[in-house]
């Protein structure tokens, strides 16, 4: 069964320093999007990306952070410059796009991010 | 704007017992809902989903919903837990145009005792 995995599953950094969280979507998915869970907290939507661009961000998702589809299977988010509030689980999902139908969006089993 | 409200942060029954996990919602048109299982460590999981006008959802390990449009809720049950049913369980609400983002409730983490 197809499934969305993301990389690495734990990624220990130092604050101010960049990281790049990989994701590799369903392959036919078009629709693709971040979460994150901060620890106890709920899950809170980032950015959602198709055809290349962002279709919508939330609040969090400032000038730290960007996507990127940097080839056709991977879907990256990076943060520029790590704060100890960005520790947290990321999840990816992925989505078929049609113009019908409901289109789940399927979650990758997260990457957990502590910043130290 | 949609929003969700999860009542009771945690929720513990005995195993065997009724397993009752509310979820209001808020939202000004007529939405799709979900509720998803996080497992310690684990990612989320689709337990079930509302998306047309059958009112009661059945989902995966013997969780269903219904969905109360008079109440705007969508609680969740199951007549008889199991132990392996100890997770964190979200509902979660999105507008049905077009490609929107999922928006969660702040979890009930239900637990079950021998």
């Known amino acids: 069964e197809p499934e969305v995995t993301q990389t690495p599953s734990h990624q220990v950094t130092q604050m101010g320093q960049e990281v790049i969280l990989r994701c590799v979507p369903i392959s036919n998915h078009l629709y693709f999007y971040w979460y994150r869970q901060i620890l106890g907290q709920k899950v809170e939507f980032l950015v959602s990306?198709?055809?290349?661009?962002?279709?919508?961000k939330s609040e969090i998702f400032d000038d730290q952070f960007s996507v990127e589809r940097p080839d056709g299977s991977n879907f990256t988010l990076k943060i520029r410059s790590t704060k100890l509030e960005d520790s947290a689980m990321y999840f990816c999902a992925s989505s078929e796009g049609l113009s019908s139908g409901y289109n789940e969006q399927f979650f990758g089993p997260g990457t957990r991010l502590t910043v130290l | 704007a949609q929003s969700v409200t999860q009542l009771g942060s945690h929720v513990s029954v005995s195993e065997g017992a009724l397993v009752l996990l509310r979820c209001n919602y808020s939202s000004s048109v007529p939405p799709y809902l979900f509720w998803y299982v996080q497992y310690p460590n684990q990612g989320l999981q689709l337990l079930l989903k509302y998306t047309s006008a059958a009112t009661l959802v059945k989902g995966i390990n013997g969780f269903e919903a219904e969905f109360k449009k008079s109440e705007t809720s969508f609680h969740l049950t199951k007549p008889s837990a199991h132990m392996s049913d100890a997770a964190e369980y979200f509902c979660?609400?999105?507008?049905?145009?077009?490609?929107?983002?999922?928006?969660f409730g702040t979890g009930t983490r239900l637990l079950v005792s021998p």
């Open positions: 990306f198709y055809n290349n661009e962002i279709s919508e």
């Open positions: 979660a609400v999105r507008l049905r145009t077009g490609f929107q983002k999922l928006v």
